[in-house]
């Protein structure tokens, strides 16, 4: 055994357990939201050029990524069969597992709260101190100026 623990993302879990018991271990997880950090840790980003030139785009981008999460959140196996489909290299029951985690994160209280890609501002502060903290960037810079949620559907 050569690895005691190691930062994983959570959408991987089940594939990478799957490989891990094949050499009689088990990768136990620990969420990092268990234990009192909760943070955003994934997005959709554009540049600032992208906005200006082409709203529309960035609009209809938005608003196709919220479908195309609903409907797959929706039709997980027939979202997963065709992934497969196109990507043969994965496992059927891997990218169902993959999906699940995957969904638990975009669907879930804290989304029926605020918003499908929208922030509660207590978790937003949150998650800019601790990446504020960790590139030792200043605390005190206001990060809401680099977010634009008027493009959300």
Request: net charge negative; with cysteine; charged share 25%.
């Amino acid at each position: 055994k050569r690895v005691e623990a190691a930062p994983f993302f959570a959408i991987h879990h089940y594939y990478q357990n799957k490989a891990a018991r094949r050499a009689g271990e088990e990768i136990v997880v620990l969420p990092f939201v268990e234990t009192g950090f909760a943070i955003y840790s994934t997005t959709l980003m554009t540049t600032d050029e992208v906005i200006q030139r082409n709203p529309d785009l960035v609009r209809r981008f938005l608003r196709g990524a919220a479908s195309a999460l609903a409907w797959a959140n929706d039709n997980q196996e027939q979202a997963c069969r065709l992934h497969v489909q196109r990507n043969p290299e994965v496992e059927l029951d891997d990218c169902q597992g993959s999906l699940r985690a995957t969904m638990g994160y975009v669907f879930n209280d804290h989304q029926r709260q605020t918003g499908l890609g929208r922030q509660a501002s207590d978790r937003m502060d949150f998650t800019w101190q601790q990446v504020a903290n960790s590139l030792e960037l200043s605390p005190s810079w206001d990060y809401r100026q680099a977010i634009d949620l008027s493009f959300v559907p």
